[in-house]
């Protein structure tokens, strides 16, 4: 069984950013294309953004493409997401997520890490 487990959520202002990590734990996930989900209050969860196993071709939806970045780091077992010139529509809890396709999650998710945007 793997782990997931995110941190570095929390309060901020508009145009402000946030570092979100996710570490792994109890297998390996140096194989598998990693990804950030969120869900806000009242919607469904969406995909945020997405890397391959390797570190590269990351890949964002339409609404953070140019403000967030997502990067792993296969030697610490932790994946990121560089959040900046947050908008008060990013607040959600963000979840780490292993084995995306395409935009859809994999079987494995971490428990979330709340992100709060202020006006």
């Known amino acids: 069984q793997g782990q997931l487990v995110e941190s570095g959520g929390g309060l901020v202002q508009a145009g402000g950013s946030l570092r979100l990590s996710c570490v792994a734990s109890g297998r390996t996930f140096k194989n598998y294309v990693m990804g950030w989900f969120r869900q806000a209050p009242g919607k469904e969860r969406e995909f945020v953004a997405a890397i391959s196993w390797s570190g590269g071709s990351p890949y964002y939806a339409d609404s953070v493409k140019g403000r967030f970045t997502i990067s792993r780091d296969n030697t610490k077992n932790t994946l990121y997401l560089q959040m900046n010139s947050l908008k008060p529509e990013d607040t959600a809890v963000y979840y780490c997520?292993?084995?995306?396709?395409?935009?859809?999650?994999?079987?494995?998710w971490g428990q979330g890490t709340q992100v709060t945007v202020s006006s």
């Open positions: 997520n292993a084995g995306v396709f395409g935009t859809r999650p994999g079987a494995y």
